[in-house]
């Protein structure tokens, strides 16, 4: 008869210190680091502030996010087309003056794979 360990299960897939924990964080660091050499520069703030979350329990496991809290990060990666993007560059977007989505998150997720 085999017994189920739960809780060192639970601490196996859950825990944000336990090999998954570790594996997601490492796979997060890839992401963030492709995503910022892929990110547009014009001063570096975008860049700079990229940053990631800890792992943190969800419903089905652990979670981290990636991101930046630099107001302007959405309609740099979405563009000008975007509801996102701040009021003038949906003015200059219906003249014709488009500014194209530059999704370097998006772009970095395959980093994360390996």
């Not at 001063?43 to 419903?59: E, F, I, V």
């Amino acid at each position: 008869m085999v017994k189920r360990n739960m809780a060192a299960r639970r601490q196996l897939l859950r825990a944000p210190t336990g090999p998954v924990g570790r594996d997601l964080t490492r796979r997060a660091e890839r992401v963030l680091n492709h995503a910022k050499v892929l990110c547009p520069v014009d001063r570096g703030r975008l860049r700079a502030a990229q940053d990631r979350t800890a792992p943190m329990p969800a419903a089905n496991g652990l979670v981290i996010e990636v991101g930046s809290n630099v107001r302007y990060s959405l309609a740099v990666h979405e563009g000008s087309g975007s509801v996102y993007a701040p009021r003038s560059w949906r003015i200059a977007h219906a003249r014709g003056r488009r500014i194209p989505p530059r999704r370097f998150l998006t772009n970095a997720l395959p980093a994360g794979r390996s």
